[in-house]
């Protein structure tokens, strides 16, 4: 067979996860959707008729995964772009979000990364080839007020999908981080009808205001998912492919200013820090990197 085979989790009506199908269905590929909610798809579905499967799956029972996985591989024999599309967002500020709220947000918008990510690379490390594209957020990379463990969870999975990627360099695996800004998907309307758990009073305003103003910006967002599902098919065809790629004209300025920001916060503090070396260690000239580092065994990892 022809095209490629894809599996994308999360998929509902309206979000990033339709956006996606659709678009790899654009260009003749084969998909696997999945969604905790199948029922939901299945008129969309039959109109692609045997180039799509849906697959029921809670991404966070690793047990599911593995299934859901399986059945993939099974159907179109094997699965070249897992998309980890899956996540959502708690309102809640960092003192005062519930635990259960705290664990519910990592368990899904991280760990059940990782159990995809554990299920799908065996079969593509057995083939030398495959995508991942792990949708990230420019929350990730620009903490959210009021989003704090989102955010968190977030450059979380920035990180991972970094180190994955040099631990993939020598095979035939393609790893992409994906940092969508405030796209017209039903991500904001969900927070209409959604009390704010929050065990601080003192924050409660605070997000009660960021909740309005998510509510009251829903259907106005300026992100198309279907352009930005394009823009990731785009991405992957482009050689050498981005390490990352910001979607949506607000997100793209919002991370560029953040990335100044920082470099401008911390190369003027550049004497402090390289104060902090032996005498004898410092050296004049460009600082070593992390990977040439590694290269000639001098890094020890993150001490401190």
Do not use: C
């Amino acid at each position: 067979m022809s095209g490629r085979n894809w599996f994308i989790t999360g998929g509902t009506p309206g979000g990033f996860g339709i956006a996606f199908a659709e678009a790899a269905l654009e260009v003749g590929d084969r998909v696997v959707l999945t969604s905790r909610r199948p029922a939901e798809l299945d008129e969309w579905a039959r109109g692609y008729e045997d180039r799509v499967l849906i697959v029921p799956l809670d991404v966070t029972d690793a047990g599911q995964v593995q299934e859901a996985v399986r059945v993939a591989e099974q159907r179109f024999g094997g699965i070249d772009v897992v998309v980890n599309n899956a996540g959502r967002g708690w309102i809640g500020s960092i003192e005062g979000m519930p635990d259960s709220g705290v664990r519910s947000t990592f368990e899904l918008n991280f760990f059940a990364v990782l159990a995809v990510l554990r299920a799908v690379l065996p079969g593509m490390r057995a083939r030398d080839s495959g995508w991942i594209v792990n949708v990230s957020s420019v929350a990730g990379l620009h903490g959210v007020t009021g989003f704090g463990y989102y955010s968190a969870s977030k450059s979380a999975l920035e990180a991972v999908t970094e180190v994955l990627r040099e631990e993939l360099s020598a095979t035939g695996i393609q790893v992409l981080a994906v940092e969508p800004g405030a796209f017209r998907t039903r991500a904001y309307s969900g927070f209409a009808d959604v009390a704010v758990e929050e065990t601080v009073t003192v924050y409660r305003p605070m997000l009660e205001q960021v909740r309005a103003v998510m509510v009251e910006q829903d259907g106005a967002q300026p992100g198309d998912p279907q352009r930005g599902a394009r823009a990731v098919i785009a991405a992957m065809a482009h050689n050498p492919p981005p390490r990352r790629l910001v979607l949506g004209g607000e997100g793209f300025d919002t991370v560029v200013s953040t990335l100044e920001a920082a470099i401008q916060d911390i190369s003027a503090h550049e004497e402090l820090s390289r104060a902090a070396d032996f005498p004898d260690s410092r050296k004049t000239g460009q600082p070593i990197s992390v990977r040439q580092s590694a290269a000639v065994g001098v890094s020890r990892g993150p001490t401190r």
